[in-house]
């Protein structure tokens, strides 16, 4: 059973575009986060989530927006994606201290 | 500004041979230090983690060793093996998790075992 699942794995499209990713958790944990991990595989968290409300958003570009539907989901919606948003987006979630992360989505901007 | 240095950036060691990867950290308000194991086209997973109460922790071959003194924790991989092969990241929190669990990552060290 995936824990934390997000769609696609891949995802490449142009400059401009406007693209979502979507990320499932079935571990009920209350908190979900976004991470990002740059081509030196460096990670940093972009906003996390707790019920639905945003708690944290580590000063990304308004062009980044999540979306909680429910505590279970957590979607995140890039508009006019720029060259320099190619990388690996992770979504994770937590109940306490460990965070559990998905596979990841590689977002490649051409 | 970074605040969980690690090093070193990469690693190659023969199998049976010890690992070690150390972090340092700046901001003394972290109680929690995680680290993360990564393979290729996967998620982060926890691997083994320690709070600043102890000095060490050992799970199977797998050891955290902490120096609150110091701000800095390591990771030793004992008899390490092929399979061990992967990026380690040592990280840090505050807060005891929670809904302001932030993790602060170092930048990751490439660990390659050799047969």
């Known amino acids: 059973d995936t824990a934390v699942s997000q769609t696609p794995k891949y995802l490449v499209t142009q400059m401009g575009n406007d693209k979502s990713i979507k990320c499932e958790q079935n571990l009920g944990h209350d908190t979900m986060y976004w991470y990002k991990q740059d081509s030196k595989k460096f990670l940093k968290i972009m906003f996390s989530?707790?019920?639905?409300?945003?708690?944290i958003n580590e000063t990304v570009p308004n062009r980044f927006s999540p979306k909680s539907p429910d505590k279970a989901h957590l979607n995140l919606h890039i508009n006019s994606l720029e060259l320099g948003d190619s990388a690996v987006y992770f979504c994770a979630s937590s109940l306490y201290t460990e965070a559990f992360f998905g596979q990841g989505t590689r977002l490649t901007v051409v | 500004q970074q605040q969980v240095k690690q090093s070193p950036q990469s690693l190659i060691v023969q199998k049976g041979g010890i690992s070690i990867i150390n972090c340092a950290y700046e901001?003394?308000?972290?109680?929690?230090f995680p680290w993360y194991q990564q393979f290729p086209g996967k998620g982060p997973a926890l691997l083994i983690a320690i709070r600043p109460d102890v000095s060490e922790k050992k799970e199977g071959r797998f050891t955290i060793s902490f120096n609150k003194s110091a701000k800095q924790f390591s990771l030793h991989i004992m008899d390490s093996q092929p399979g061990d092969s992967a990026t380690y990241f040592c990280?840090?929190?505050?807060?005891?998790?929670?809904?302001?669990?932030?993790?602060?990552f170092g930048k990751g060290t490439l660990l390659t075992v050799n047969p």
């Open positions: 990280a840090a929190t505050k807060g005891g998790g929670g809904s302001n669990y932030k993790l602060t």
């Open positions: 901001n003394t308000a972290f109680d929690y």
């Open positions: 989530y707790n019920n639905k409300e945003l708690i």
